[in-house]
Antibody, heavy 120, light 107 residues
Framework: EVQLVESGGGLVKPGGSLRLSCAAS????????ISWVRQAPGKGLEWVSS?????????FYADSLKGRFTISRDNSKNSLYLEMNSLRAEDTALYFC????????????WGQGTLVIVSS | DIQMTQSPSSLSASVGDRVTITCRAS??????LHWYQQKPGKAPNLLIY???SLESGVPSRFSGSGSGTDFTLTISGLQPEDFATYYC?????????FGPGTKVHIK
Protein backbone atom coordinates (compact mmCIF):
# COMPACT_ATOMS: atom_id res chain seq x y z
CA GLU A 1 0.00 0.00 0.00
CA VAL A 2 1.30 3.41 -0.98
CA GLN A 3 1.69 5.73 2.00
CA LEU A 4 2.92 9.27 2.48
CA VAL A 5 3.18 10.46 6.08
CA GLU A 6 4.07 14.05 6.85
CA SER A 7 5.57 15.26 10.13
CA GLY A 8 7.35 18.23 11.62
CA GLY A 9 4.57 20.76 11.75
CA GLY A 10 3.89 22.91 14.78
CA LEU A 11 3.71 26.40 16.19
CA VAL A 12 6.54 28.75 15.23
CA LYS A 13 7.06 32.46 15.71
CA PRO A 14 7.21 34.86 12.75
CA GLY A 15 10.73 34.89 11.34
CA GLY A 16 11.38 31.38 12.61
CA SER A 17 12.26 28.18 10.80
CA LEU A 18 10.77 24.72 10.54
CA ARG A 19 11.64 21.51 8.72
CA LEU A 20 8.88 19.28 7.44
CA SER A 21 9.38 15.63 6.54
CA CYS A 22 7.40 13.20 4.41
CA ALA A 23 8.04 9.47 4.82
CA ALA A 24 7.10 7.36 1.82
CA SER A 25 6.43 3.64 1.59
CA UNK A 26 4.86 1.11 -0.72
CA UNK A 27 6.48 2.31 -3.95
CA UNK A 28 9.86 3.04 -5.51
CA UNK A 29 10.32 6.49 -4.02
CA UNK A 30 13.35 7.44 -6.13
CA UNK A 31 11.37 7.03 -9.36
CA UNK A 32 8.82 9.74 -8.64
CA UNK A 33 8.63 13.50 -8.59
CA ILE A 34 7.24 14.52 -5.18
CA SER A 35 5.66 17.84 -4.31
CA TRP A 36 4.56 19.91 -1.35
CA VAL A 37 1.09 21.45 -1.55
CA ARG A 38 -0.35 23.65 1.17
CA GLN A 39 -3.79 24.80 2.21
CA ALA A 40 -4.33 27.80 4.45
CA PRO A 41 -7.30 27.56 6.83
CA GLY A 42 -10.51 27.88 4.84
CA LYS A 43 -8.63 28.48 1.58
CA GLY A 44 -7.79 26.55 -1.56
CA LEU A 45 -4.87 24.38 -2.55
CA GLU A 46 -1.54 26.03 -3.35
CA TRP A 47 1.35 24.18 -4.96
CA VAL A 48 4.55 25.00 -3.05
CA SER A 49 7.46 23.05 -4.50
CA SER A 50 8.48 19.93 -6.40
CA UNK A 51 11.61 17.81 -6.64
CA UNK A 52 12.22 15.52 -9.57
CA UNK A 53 13.20 11.89 -9.62
CA UNK A 54 16.59 10.58 -10.71
CA UNK A 55 20.10 11.64 -9.80
CA UNK A 56 20.00 15.29 -10.85
CA UNK A 57 16.73 16.05 -8.97
CA UNK A 58 15.86 19.51 -10.29
CA UNK A 59 13.74 21.54 -7.93
CA PHE A 60 10.90 23.96 -8.58
CA TYR A 61 9.23 26.54 -6.35
CA ALA A 62 6.17 28.76 -6.40
CA ASP A 63 7.19 32.36 -7.14
CA SER A 64 5.41 33.54 -3.99
CA LEU A 65 7.96 31.82 -1.75
CA LYS A 66 10.79 34.16 -2.79
CA GLY A 67 13.60 31.77 -1.89
CA ARG A 68 12.53 31.13 1.71
CA PHE A 69 11.80 27.41 1.28
CA THR A 70 14.13 24.58 0.21
CA ILE A 71 12.93 21.16 -0.90
CA SER A 72 15.17 18.11 -0.73
CA ARG A 73 14.95 14.34 -0.73
CA ASP A 74 16.90 11.38 0.61
CA ASN A 75 16.13 8.39 -1.56
CA SER A 76 18.04 6.07 0.79
CA LYS A 77 15.52 6.96 3.50
CA ASN A 78 12.48 7.25 1.21
CA SER A 79 12.00 10.72 2.60
CA LEU A 80 11.13 14.21 1.37
CA TYR A 81 11.88 17.40 3.25
CA LEU A 82 10.87 21.05 3.22
CA GLU A 83 13.09 23.54 5.00
CA MET A 84 11.10 26.69 5.71
CA ASN A 85 12.83 29.90 6.78
CA SER A 86 11.72 33.46 7.55
CA LEU A 87 8.23 32.17 8.23
CA ARG A 88 5.31 34.57 8.02
CA ALA A 89 1.74 34.45 9.28
CA GLU A 90 0.59 33.77 5.73
CA ASP A 91 2.59 30.51 5.72
CA THR A 92 0.12 29.11 8.25
CA ALA A 93 -1.38 26.11 6.50
CA LEU A 94 -1.79 22.37 6.32
CA TYR A 95 1.16 21.08 4.30
CA PHE A 96 0.61 17.97 2.17
CA CYS A 97 3.19 15.92 0.33
CA UNK A 98 1.93 14.41 -2.91
CA UNK A 99 3.31 11.93 -5.42
CA UNK A 100 3.25 12.97 -9.08
CA UNK A 101 2.56 10.46 -11.81
CA UNK A 102 5.65 10.15 -14.04
CA UNK A 103 3.58 10.52 -17.20
CA UNK A 104 1.75 13.80 -16.82
CA UNK A 105 2.48 14.76 -13.20
CA UNK A 106 -1.01 14.55 -11.80
CA UNK A 107 -0.99 13.95 -8.05
CA UNK A 108 -2.11 10.37 -7.60
CA UNK A 109 -1.22 9.89 -3.91
CA TRP A 110 -1.40 12.33 -1.02
CA GLY A 111 -0.45 12.32 2.63
CA GLN A 112 -2.81 13.55 5.31
CA GLY A 113 -0.85 16.71 5.95
CA THR A 114 1.02 18.39 8.79
CA LEU A 115 -0.14 21.69 10.25
CA VAL A 116 2.15 24.69 10.46
CA ILE A 117 1.02 27.67 12.51
CA VAL A 118 3.06 30.86 12.39
CA SER A 119 2.07 33.09 15.26
CA SER A 120 3.62 35.11 18.05
CA ASP B 1 3.04 31.31 -14.27
CA ILE B 2 -0.05 29.73 -15.72
CA GLN B 3 -3.17 31.02 -13.96
CA MET B 4 -6.18 28.80 -13.47
CA THR B 5 -9.72 30.03 -12.95
CA GLN B 6 -12.85 28.05 -12.08
CA SER B 7 -16.51 28.82 -12.34
CA PRO B 8 -18.71 28.92 -10.50
CA SER B 9 -16.95 29.40 -7.17
CA SER B 10 -19.86 27.64 -5.51
CA LEU B 11 -23.12 26.05 -6.51
CA SER B 12 -26.16 24.50 -4.88
CA ALA B 13 -27.55 21.30 -6.31
CA SER B 14 -29.84 18.44 -5.40
CA VAL B 15 -29.19 14.72 -5.36
CA GLY B 16 -29.61 13.42 -8.89
CA ASP B 17 -28.72 16.70 -10.59
CA ARG B 18 -26.21 17.00 -13.39
CA VAL B 19 -23.46 19.40 -12.36
CA THR B 20 -20.86 21.05 -14.58
CA ILE B 21 -17.78 22.90 -13.35
CA THR B 22 -15.57 24.88 -15.69
CA CYS B 23 -11.82 25.45 -15.47
CA ARG B 24 -9.89 27.84 -17.69
CA ALA B 25 -6.13 28.21 -18.12
CA SER B 26 -4.41 31.51 -18.94
CA UNK B 27 -2.59 29.81 -21.84
CA UNK B 28 -2.86 26.52 -23.67
CA UNK B 29 -1.99 23.53 -21.50
CA UNK B 30 -2.90 20.82 -24.03
CA UNK B 31 -4.54 18.16 -21.87
CA UNK B 32 -2.31 18.54 -18.80
CA LEU B 33 -5.37 19.22 -16.65
CA HIS B 34 -6.49 17.21 -13.65
CA TRP B 35 -9.46 17.30 -11.26
CA TYR B 36 -9.54 16.59 -7.53
CA GLN B 37 -12.28 16.30 -4.95
CA GLN B 38 -11.67 17.42 -1.38
CA LYS B 39 -13.84 16.96 1.66
CA PRO B 40 -13.35 18.95 4.88
CA GLY B 41 -10.33 17.84 6.89
CA LYS B 42 -9.20 15.38 4.23
CA ALA B 43 -6.52 15.25 1.59
CA PRO B 44 -7.60 15.85 -2.00
CA ASN B 45 -8.58 12.81 -4.04
CA LEU B 46 -7.78 12.47 -7.75
CA LEU B 47 -10.86 12.10 -9.95
CA ILE B 48 -9.79 12.82 -13.53
CA TYR B 49 -6.33 13.11 -15.06
CA UNK B 50 -5.20 14.22 -18.51
CA UNK B 51 -8.47 16.13 -18.90
CA UNK B 52 -10.69 13.12 -19.50
CA SER B 53 -9.17 9.94 -18.03
CA LEU B 54 -11.08 8.53 -15.07
CA GLU B 55 -8.86 7.52 -12.16
CA SER B 56 -9.22 3.90 -11.11
CA GLY B 57 -11.92 3.43 -8.50
CA VAL B 58 -13.69 6.72 -9.23
CA PRO B 59 -17.40 6.33 -10.10
CA SER B 60 -18.30 6.67 -13.78
CA ARG B 61 -20.71 9.53 -13.04
CA PHE B 62 -17.61 11.74 -13.03
CA SER B 63 -16.32 12.78 -16.43
CA GLY B 64 -13.99 15.39 -17.82
CA SER B 65 -13.52 17.06 -21.16
CA GLY B 66 -11.60 19.83 -22.86
CA SER B 67 -8.23 20.70 -24.28
CA GLY B 68 -6.13 23.81 -24.70
CA THR B 69 -7.51 26.40 -22.31
CA ASP B 70 -11.08 25.32 -21.49
CA PHE B 71 -12.07 22.27 -19.49
CA THR B 72 -15.14 20.90 -17.75
CA LEU B 73 -15.85 18.44 -14.98
CA THR B 74 -19.32 16.90 -15.10
CA ILE B 75 -21.05 14.91 -12.40
CA SER B 76 -23.99 13.03 -13.92
CA GLY B 77 -26.41 12.23 -11.14
CA LEU B 78 -25.09 13.93 -8.02
CA GLN B 79 -24.87 11.65 -5.00
CA PRO B 80 -24.83 12.65 -1.32
CA GLU B 81 -21.13 11.81 -1.05
CA ASP B 82 -20.31 14.22 -3.89
CA PHE B 83 -20.92 17.35 -1.84
CA ALA B 84 -17.37 18.63 -1.59
CA THR B 85 -14.95 21.13 -3.10
CA TYR B 86 -13.48 20.46 -6.55
CA TYR B 87 -10.14 21.75 -7.82
CA CYS B 88 -8.52 21.71 -11.21
CA UNK B 89 -4.72 21.63 -11.56
CA UNK B 90 -2.37 22.08 -14.49
CA UNK B 91 0.92 20.24 -14.94
CA UNK B 92 1.84 21.64 -18.38
CA UNK B 93 4.31 23.96 -16.68
CA UNK B 94 6.84 22.72 -14.12
CA UNK B 95 5.35 25.39 -11.86
CA UNK B 96 2.11 23.58 -11.13
CA UNK B 97 -0.98 25.61 -10.29
CA PHE B 98 -4.43 24.87 -8.93
CA GLY B 99 -7.70 26.57 -9.63
CA PRO B 100 -9.40 28.35 -6.72
CA GLY B 101 -11.96 25.60 -6.22
CA THR B 102 -15.70 25.09 -6.64
CA LYS B 103 -17.73 24.19 -3.59
CA VAL B 104 -20.79 22.04 -4.26
CA HIS B 105 -23.49 22.58 -1.64
CA ILE B 106 -26.66 20.69 -0.95
CA LYS B 107 -29.75 22.56 -2.14
Amino acid sequence: EVQLVESGGGLVKPGGSLRLSCAASGFTFSSYTISWVRQAPGKGLEWVSSISSGTATPTFYADSLKGRFTISRDNSKNSLYLEMNSLRAEDTALYFCARADPGDFHFDQWGQGTLVIVSS
Amino acid sequence: DIQMTQSPSSLSASVGDRVTITCRASQSIDNFLHWYQQKPGKAPNLLIYAASSLESGVPSRFSGSGSGTDFTLTISGLQPEDFATYYCQQSYSTLFTFGPGTKVHIK
